[in-house]
């Protein structure tokens, strides 16, 4: 079957191809879609069909190594795009560096109740399960077309880091990635700022993630910008993000008896990257019972959920900062998919509640959303609460934003719902100790390939929100390391 891929036109190729929630920009196979993040239509990529894994396939992953089940888990979506053995050879190398054999171990904390320790990647953060692959396999395909592009990114903490860690010193990718000034962690701004490659550019900008998020889209949506500098996007809307998040699930719901027994997850969120790869798994064959989504005080998720009318708030400063976000960019991909995947509606509706504030899901699409999703707020006081009870309950120390989904879960009305429900540990307790002592007396420490990160020397640049110097900044670095 191999033989016949040469001969056929690019758009009849063999595996899926993706199209944009807005309808308009071109329909692209898997390597467009990695390289090019954003669509031209301003919209996200998903893919035109759901690969689906019959109850047998999801059987035959059982009891594989992780980084096995993963190149099958995704195999379809990047069929196509490059041989089978490139691919199950990078995933491969993606994984062994992680710092548990399991990968992505579970650990039982009460009855029916799980943690998905998602903390073993280089920079202690579920991120690096994705970023660790897209980073490769930029490389990968950068050197088979001998072209170089300028890799951007806003972050509220640990995209950054988990970024940077995946692009470092890669051939071929010049890394410019916003956080806000003063908004992220101590340890997570560290992780950022003293990497040494010369290839990593750090800006603070002076306002919030959102700012930093919008000056992205606005470089996106700079046709001009966005063709001389080759730019592309590691930020949760790449779709391959999500691709590289959807096998913790599935391999944690067959591990805990899928296909037989349906399985819940509770997800602190965000972005709606994460929570929308288990919707992806589940689209995928995964029995998936329900989506518990944890938010702190930014609630807008929960909210939607709780009215029926997504509605913009201010962002406010919680103990949970890589959700301290008002406009989940990855909500749009449910969207799609509530709007019947009609792009030209999810475009309407898309530039209504970016003109408003305001986005009325209407009846149908509001009952079809609680099908699967609950959402649950918690404040600050109760995740501190949640770190402490956890710590005495089964002696895991939990970060603030692991306590946030957890308490969520514990939140739930679990008598209305069967099968085990896991919560994801998306980060390790010591990228927030501050947080974690406060609850529990206790801090926890970082690993010790880590543990110098104190001393370590920054380096960033302080910029103001505006696109236009922003982008001057980035052309003028971009433009002294060609020619250096
Ligand atoms: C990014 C992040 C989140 C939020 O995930 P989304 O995909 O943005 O919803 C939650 N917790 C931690 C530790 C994170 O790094």
Not at 107 to 131: R, S, V
Not at 174 to 198: C, D, K, N, W
Not at 199 to 208: D, E, R, V, Y
Not at 215 to 227: H, P, Q, T
């Amino acid at each position: 079957m191999g033989a016949a891929i040469g001969y056929l036109p690019a758009s009849e190729r063999l595996g899926l191809h993706y199209i944009s929630t807005r309808g308009t920009a071109p329909r692209l196979g898997f390597e467009d879609v990695l390289m090019t993040g954003l669509a031209r239509d301003g919209g996200l990529y998903v893919p035109e069909t759901w690969p689906t894994f019959s109850p047998t396939a999801l059987r035959a992953l059982r009891g594989l190594p992780y980084a096995e089940q993963a190149a099958r888990i995704m195999w379809p979506f990047v069929e196509g795009a490059l041989s089978r053995e490139d691919f199950a050879a990078i995933v491969a190398e993606t994984y062994a560096g992680f710092g548990h054999a399991a990968v992505a171990p579970l650990k039982q904390i009460d009855q029916d109740l799980w943690l998905l320790e998602l903390f073993h990647g280089p920079t202690l953060a579920f991120k690096d399960y994705a970023l660790q692959l897209v980073g490769r396999l930029f490389e990968h395909f950068l050197r088979q077309r001998g072209r170089r592009m300028t890799v951007v990114g806003a972050t509220s903490g640990d995209t950054g880091s988990a970024a940077i860690e995946a692009c470092r010193d890669r051939a071929g990718i010049e890394m410019f990635i916003l956080h806000p000034q003063g908004r992220t962690s101590e340890v997570q701004r560290r992780q950022m700022t003293t990497v040494a490659s010369a290839n990593i550019h750090n800006i603070a900008l002076n306002g919030s993630f959102d700012d930093c998020q919008d000056l992205v889209k606005g470089m996106f949506n700079d046709e001009a910008f966005r063709d001389s500098l080759h730019l592309s996007a590691v930020n949760s809307i790449n779709w391959a993000r999500i691709m590289g998040q959807t096998v913790y699930y599935m391999v944690a719901g067959v591990a805990l008896g899928a296909p037989e027994r349906p399985v819940r997850f509770a997800v602190p969120t965000g972005n709606f990257g994460n929570v929308y790869a288990a919707y992806a798994a589940s689209e995928m064959g995964l029995p998936v019972a329900e989506l518990v989504i944890g938010s702190n005080a930014n609630d807008i998720l929960t909210r939607t959920l709780e009215s029926g009318v997504m509605e913009i708030g201010e962002v406010s400063p919680t103990l949970s900062p890589s959700m301290d976000i008002q406009v989940s960019s990855n909500f749009e991909r449910l969207v799609f998919d509530l709007f019947g995947r009609e792009g030209a509606a999810v475009k309407a509706a898309m530039e209504e509640f970016r003109k408003t504030g305001r986005l009325d899901m209407g009846q149908a699409r509001w009952e079809q959303m609680r099908t699967v999703f609950r959402g649950h707020r918690v404040d600050d006081r109760e995740t501190l609460q949640t770190i402490r009870a956890i710590f005495a309950g089964s002696g895991e120390l939990i970060d603030p934003h692991t306590a946030v989904g957890v308490a969520a879960a514990l939140r739930d009305d679990r008598a209305k719902a069967t099968g085990p429900l896991v919560a994801l540990a998306c980060a390790h307790g010591a990228k927030f100790p501050d947080a974690v002592e406060k609850a529990t007396g206790v801090r926890p420490a970082l690993p010790a390939r880590l543990a110098d990160l104190y001393e370590r020397e920054e380096r960033m640049t302080v910029l103001e929100n505006d696109l236009a110097i922003v982008q001057r900044f980035i052309t003028e670095r971009v433009g002294q390391m060609a020619s250096a």
